[in-house]
């Protein structure tokens, strides 16, 4: 095997990309209306850490990571303009 047929990423860096795609896609589908509506978006961190096993600072990494979050504060502003 030459180095150029070595996959690109091993399993867990592939389960670990389609994680935080789907954190992103979840953040971005139901953050903005829960905020709109009165819900703290830690909450709404909480929430998607209970349901992929993570913590709420875990989220919030990914989050911050893929420019999505920088704040609660600041999102709040951000969605409500």
Do not use: S
Not at 34 to 59: E, H, K, N, S
Request: glycine fraction near 6%; aromatic fraction near 4%; hydrophobic fraction near 40%.
């Amino acid at each position: 095997m030459t180095q150029n047929d070595k996959p690109m990423m091993n399993e867990v860096e592939r389960i670990r990309k389609e994680t935080h795609a789907a954190i992103c896609k979840e953040w971005e589908d139901t953050a903005p209306q829960a905020v709109r509506d009165g819900v703290p978006p830690t909450r709404i961190l909480a929430a998607i850490a209970a349901r992929r096993g993570m913590t709420a600072q875990g989220v919030e990494a990914v989050l911050r990571n893929a420019g999505l979050y920088d704040g609660a504060r600041k999102y709040k502003e951000t969605v409500m303009e």
